[in-house]
């Protein structure tokens, strides 16, 4: 009797074993959820035996997550900092391993009904810290600006504060969402709002072409332009791991990297990185 109750017990493990699925946790940018979500439904029905969860909660929360071990692989829309890659480094023996996965240009939302169709970085930088307060400054109506941003924790606003306001302070009146849906949802209802973002999630307001400089054209965020280096802020998204990618992480990420994967960064409203 013991010898066939093992024998079952032998035949469900192997039976469980079978069926058992790998799970790849993905967290961090809110940039990259759709982009990531859509990466992991497109590679899930291809591969029956793994799982893969996706979160958000902000680039600095996937890369803690990372540092603390609760996370395969972390979302990023900004470079990983020095002192995090320290933690990392002192954590694991590795200061994380950095895989660029796809090219965002960064956009510049307003509302549909507002007439202003082009800004310099100059401007943005002047409406964000204050400098500029009213449309009428830049070429639109006379309403004061109600500028809309992202949270401290993101990726996109560390990156804007560091690239477009060149280090400076965000004005108080500055209203900080969770994520950039809510920045997108905000300035869609507001006639006189401003904000910024992925362009994947420009739907239901008007992008803004930009100048580098007042003396420049101004360009949209699209591919051509990206590419061309024509659009003047842009940047890299990415995927950071906290050493060498091994097994079903591995092959999940050469999958992002591959035609295929790409193909879907251009279907989400991202840019492939080749």
Not at 147 to 158: F, H, M
Request: net charge positive.
């Amino acid at each position: 009797m013991k010898k066939y109750i093992l024998s079952i017990i032998t035949l469900v493990t192997i039976f469980l074993s079978l069926f058992a699925k790998e799970v790849i946790t993905v967290k961090g940018s809110d940039t990259m959820v759709i982009l990531a979500q859509r990466w992991a439904e497109v590679y899930m029905k291809k591969n029956k035996n793994v799982v893969i969860q996706v979160t958000g909660g902000g680039s600095g929360t996937g890369i803690s997550a990372l540092i603390n071990g609760t996370t395969d692989i972390c979302n990023s829309s900004r470079p990983m900092k020095k002192e995090e890659k320290i933690k990392l480094k002192e954590k694991y023996g590795s200061p994380g391993i950095e895989i660029k996965v796809a090219v965002d240009g960064l956009s510049i939302y307003v509302n549909e009904k507002n007439p202003i169709n082009e800004l310099s970085v100059e401007q943005v930088r002047d409406i964000y810290t204050g400098k500029i307060n009213n449309w009428k400054e830049v070429g639109g109506p006379d309403a004061k600006i109600i500028r809309y941003s992202r949270e401290n924790n993101s990726g996109t606003y560390v990156y804007f504060k560091d690239e477009v306001l060149l280090g400076a302070d965000f004005h108080p009146s500055t209203q900080n969402l969770p994520g950039t849906a809510a920045v997108v949802n905000a300035v869609s209802k507001d006639k006189n709002g401003i904000g910024y973002g992925g362009a994947a999630y420009g739907k239901g307001i008007k992008e803004l072409k930009i100048k580098k400089d007042s003396n420049s054209p101004a360009y949209a965020p699209t591919i051509e332009n990206i590419r061309k280096g024509l659009y003047p802020i842009s940047r890299f998204l990415y995927m950071y791991t906290r050493t060498k990618p091994e097994g079903e992480v591995k092959k999940f990420i050469d999958w992002v990297l591959s035609e295929e994967g790409q193909k879907v960064v251009s279907q989400v409203g991202y840019f492939p990185i080749r």
